[in-house]
């Protein structure tokens, strides 16, 4: 990829991105149908490590399960399928003729879900066509979102529940902080994300040795502060949790990487304290209320019940990508169905089972082998090593520490999905698929033009030099030992 097509692929991604932000739905589909094929299009023009090769198969797994549930089955087979008796009851009641119909209960929702991943996949083909300095900003990106979520969700919280800053879905959680989703969690998932990409920005700053040293140590310190405020305003308890973990394995991401680590770790200490006052002084009487609570009384608790009840009855076929909050409104009490509107299980693992069904859990089961694969190629090396692919090598030490990152915040993700639902959230779909791109080595970045013949002619010229070397050495008389 020339350098000019890199840069208008970079450039096309952060204008993505920052649709989904800021309006999400239809316009964040369109524009990434571009970057999709662009994308995949600059994929095919090089040769991909086995990381890579990997990665295309299973993401392209991902895309091809809900195809897969759209295409129709004979009768025969589909009335076999569990949890379609109700289907096959109400035929013979209206005296409807068997009929071919797709796997999923709802196809026009799994075609919905099918479109609200294009911006995911297309930001996660684009990062990995990218070179590494273009990923460095695309992680600066994210670091920038999350810093900007927090000044908005302080604003929101002033203007209250109507407040024009917020979403409209935001409205109905109450006056807390939403940033540019519609819920605390994924608020606060955003800037658990984003802490140890903003520490492994300090330690690269602490490498530099110019003006620019102390503007990046100062600004990321700020950045982690304001992150753990939002955390601690968001006054989700999963979130301040995970922000805590996020400090803890920067602490091992410094400690792993050695050299500058002493003065990092001494600098991410001031900004945990500080960030822990802000906590305490702006967050704590929204967590205290929020811990007063009976854990037991947490609808999740109940929607999970009614899940576990679904999961059985549709097991092992699944519901059809996309279709859960139908099958889940069958199954669920009159009690619940007045209290709550259930469109996601608050348990992303879970629901996955429930829509995607065996092949859901295969493909679920072959990205969490990936991704511990690329853990280990990540971590393996201590210090400012480079890290060895099957057949690739990261470019430099700054690349690498990246990775490292990306891998505690893909795990606090992956953790939180547990009792959340954030990765459903286009905005962080988008995180995640950078963060994921970000585990396998970065293409070489091309030189300049005439940069190349000039690098060509240095060989050359050590080369001659070696090479005169070595002949003086061989033409020189070997010295003699004296008795």
Not at 83 to 104: H, N, Q, T, Y
Not at 264 to 279: H, K, P, Q, S
Request: some cysteine.
């Amino acid at each position: 990829m020339s350098g000019e097509a890199g840069r208008v692929l970079l450039i096309y991604t952060i204008v993505v991105v920052s649709i989904v932000f800021l309006l999400s739905g239809m316009p964040a589909r369109i524009a990434s149908i571009p970057l999709f094929v662009f994308a995949l299009w600059h994929l095919a023009q090089r040769r991909m490590i086995t990381g890579e090769i990997v990665a295309m198969w299973i993401s392209g797994a991902v895309i091809a399960l809900p195809l897969l549930q759209l295409v129709p089955l004979p009768p025969e087979v589909w009335t076999r399928l569990p949890g379609r008796d109700f289907i096959v009851v109400g035929d013979m009641i209206l005296g409807e003729k068997p009929a071919w119909r797709p796997l999923s209960l709802d196809p026009a929702q799994t075609m919905r879900a099918l479109l609200f991943m294009l911006p995911a996949f297309a930001v996660y083909y684009a990062t990995l066509a990218l070179d590494a300095r273009s990923r460095r900003l695309l992680a600066l990106v994210i670091v920038i979102l999350a810093t900007v979520s927090v000044p908005l969700g302080l604003a929101q919280v002033a203007g209250g529940v109507d407040s024009p800053l917020r979403p409209l879905l935001g409205r109905s959680h109450g006056n807390v902080p939403v940033g540019f989703f519609a819920n605390r969690n994924h608020f606060a998932a955003l800037l658990y994300a984003a802490i140890p990409l903003t520490v492994a920005g300090v330690v690269l700053s602490l490498d530099r040795h110019d003006g620019r040293r102390l503007a990046g140590v100062v600004g990321g310190l700020v950045i982690i502060a304001t992150l753990l405020l939002g955390a601690g305003m968001s006054a989700s308890r999963s979130g301040v949790v995970l922000s805590m973990l996020a400090l803890a394995g920067s602490a091992v991401l410094i400690w792993r990487r050695g050299g500058t680590s002493r003065y990092a770790g001494r600098l991410i200490t001031v900004a945990v304290i500080i960030g822990a006052f802000l906590v305490l002084e702006f967050g704590l009487a929204r967590l205290l209320a929020r811990a007063a609570q009976d854990p037991l009384a947490d609808a999740r608790f109940e929607f999970l019940q009614v899940g576990k009840q679904l999961a059985a009855a549709v097991s092992p076929a699944g519901t059809g990508i996309g279709a859960f909050a139908g099958a889940y409104a069958m199954y669920e009490s009159l009690d619940l169905t007045s209290r709550y509107f259930v469109d996601y299980l608050h348990n992303d693992w879970m629901q996955i089972w429930i829509e995607g069904g065996a092949l859901a859990a295969l493909v679920g089961a072959a990205f969490l082998a990936w991704f511990g694969w690329r853990c280990f190629l990540v971590w393996r090396h201590g210090g400012g090593a480079a890290a060895p692919d099957a057949q690739g090598r990261y470019a430099d030490d700054s690349q690498l520490l990246l990775a490292r990152a990306a891998t505690i915040s893909i795990a606090l993700l992956m953790g939180h999905a547990v009792v959340e639902y954030h990765l459903r959230a286009s905005g962080m779909e988008c995180v995640f698929a950078i963060l994921l791109a970000m585990l396998t080595p970065a293409p070489r970045r091309p030189l300049r033009p005439g940069a190349q013949e000039r690098q060509r002619q240095q060989g050359l010229s050590v080369g001659v030099r070696h090479s005169h070397r070595s002949s003086a050495r061989i033409a020189a008389p070997s010295p003699r030992r004296t008795p």
